[in-house]
């Protein structure tokens, strides 16, 4: 989890730190159950669900953290930052005023998240892990020419240190409604392949559970494919995977364990 976290001044990943480190995750991913803060706690020090409970009732107490039930069963109740812990810790990305919008996708990428991480967080190449957030505050922080702007960023991003010191991206997007074609032709397949043709050790993961939206992501794959004139682009998109979500920690594990970049 510090690599998700690099961002912030943490003394240390312990118990006592346990209030400002729940609210750093909230500022990087938005909304989060109990159980979510709990797994991304436990990556780095031992804390029951109960303790995480107490600390998160505290929270609420002090007014820093907000909740909401969940939308699929009424009864998990997620957490999100208040205007007040959102000042407490110096937030950095703007403060979301809607905590409830697309909640179902974003409880969806930090699952993707936290399987992620069981994956490859201990990888000891592993330089940082950027949130959707954080890519975007990058791309804008003082650039008034994106003001306004719409641009596609990643739903997170895992960067490893090469050997040569090449930064290298694993690109992630949790895909549950299927975009315009339009955008897809023109705006986000285009982008993902100028990524992967320039940087020849990235990768990218498509992860849908919709049996759907997995045909038509192949299909926009495909017409690329046959699209180029890059008698290399088998290669590229060799690197950009399309994954049922059933079967994306299998297919995680067998490349974190084979990519050659970041395994040296």
């Keep these: 989890m510090k690599a998700l976290l690099a961002h912030y001044y943490i003394r240390s990943f312990s118990y006592r730190n346990t209030d400002l480190i729940i609210l750093s995750l909230l500022h990087e991913l938005r909304i989060m159950t109990a159980k979510q803060i709990h797994v991304m706690l436990n990556f780095e020090y031992e804390i029951s669900l109960q303790n995480v409970q107490k600390n998160l009732?505290?929270?609420?107490?002090?007014?820093?953290?907000?909740?909401i039930k969940s939308e699929t069963d009424r009864k998990t109740f997620c957490y999100y930052l208040?205007?007040?812990g959102h000042n407490n810790i110096g937030g950095m990305y703007s403060f979301p005023k809607v905590p409830e919008y697309?909640?179902?996708?974003?409880?969806?990428?930090?699952?993707?998240?936290?399987?992620?991480?069981?994956?490859?967080?201990?990888?000891p190449h592993l330089k940082v892990v950027q949130t959707e957030r954080r890519q975007a505050y990058e791309i804008k922080d003082f650039n008034k020419e994106m003001k306004g702007r719409v641009f596609s960023v990643a739903d997170f991003l895992f960067r490893f240190r090469a050997k040569n010191r090449r930064d290298i991206n694993w690109y992630f997007e949790i895909?549950?409604?299927?975009k315009t074609k339009r955008r897809y032709l023109h705006g986000?397949?285009?982008?993902?392949?100028?990524?992967?043709?320039?940087?020849?050790?990235?990768?990218?993961f498509y992860v849908t559970p919709s049996h759907y939206i997995f045909e038509e992501l192949e299909r926009y794959k495909e017409y690329f494919v046959q699209k180029s004139k890059n008698k290399n682009i088998e290669e590229v998109f060799d690197?950009?995977?399309?994954?049922?979500?059933?079967?994306?920690?299998?297919?995680?594990?067998?490349?974190?364990?084979?990519?050659?970049?970041?395994?040296?």
């Design 57 to 67: 009732t505290e929270l609420r107490r002090n007014e820093l953290i907000g909740r």
């Design 82 to 84: 208040t205007k007040n």
């Design 102 to 123: 697309n909640l179902n996708h974003h409880l969806m990428v930090t699952n993707a998240l936290i399987d992620t991480f069981k994956i490859v967080g201990q990888q």
């Design 175 to 178: 895909e549950l409604s299927s």
């Design 188 to 204: 986000i397949f285009p982008k993902y392949i100028r990524d992967l043709e320039k940087n020849p050790e990235a990768h990218l």
């Design 239 to 264: 690197r950009l995977h399309i994954i049922p979500q059933p079967k994306f920690k299998e297919e995680l594990t067998r490349l974190a364990k084979n990519d050659l970049f970041i395994n040296w």
